[in-house]
């Protein structure tokens, strides 16, 4: 985000509430105090801010946040699998919601359908060739949930 840029949830200076889960997601990102001084106030905050309060990964001259994402977007297309990256997003989002117990069976799961997986493979011979992996699986062709 860029360090100047302007975050706020507005909809309570508008007549009506926040949506979009908001009250549920900014509690657990940033803390109740914080997540009030947003959903209830209506506070708008700086880029720099919504970092160091853990909001956005990182704040950036304006000028830099494309080149930044995009180094970010190229590096997981270049060194994460496809499907582990979903499978990983899908645990984190419904950890959320879900006990240490749940979240360890989720992954226990993830690791069942993974192990033995051309991906799998190609991640552990390509760390022990020092050398980029080339993935083969694709979230459309190989995803395991419906």
Not at 87 to 116: F, N, P, Q, Y
Not at 118 to 137: I, K, N, T, V
């Amino acid at each position: 985000v860029a360090s100047d840029a302007p975050l706020a949830v507005l909809q309570t200076r508008r007549g009506v509430v926040p949506d979009a889960q908001s009250h549920w997601v900014l509690p657990r990102l940033i803390g109740v105090a914080r997540a009030a001084e947003m959903l209830i106030a209506g506070r708008t905050i700086t880029g720099a801010q919504a970092a160091h309060w853990g909001l956005a990964n990182q704040a950036v001259a304006a000028a830099d946040v494309l080149t930044t994402a995009l180094a970010l977007a190229n590096d997981i297309a270049a060194n994460v699998s496809p499907l582990s990256a979903a499978m990983s997003k899908r645990i984190l989002w419904r950890g959320l919601a879900s006990s240490a117990e749940e979240v360890d069976a989720m992954e226990r799961d993830a690791h069942l359908i993974l192990m033995g997986r051309p991906d799998a493979l190609e991640g552990g011979r390509a760390f022990g060739e020092r050398r980029s992996p080339m993935w083969q699986s694709a979230v459309p062709d190989d995803w395991p949930y419906q």
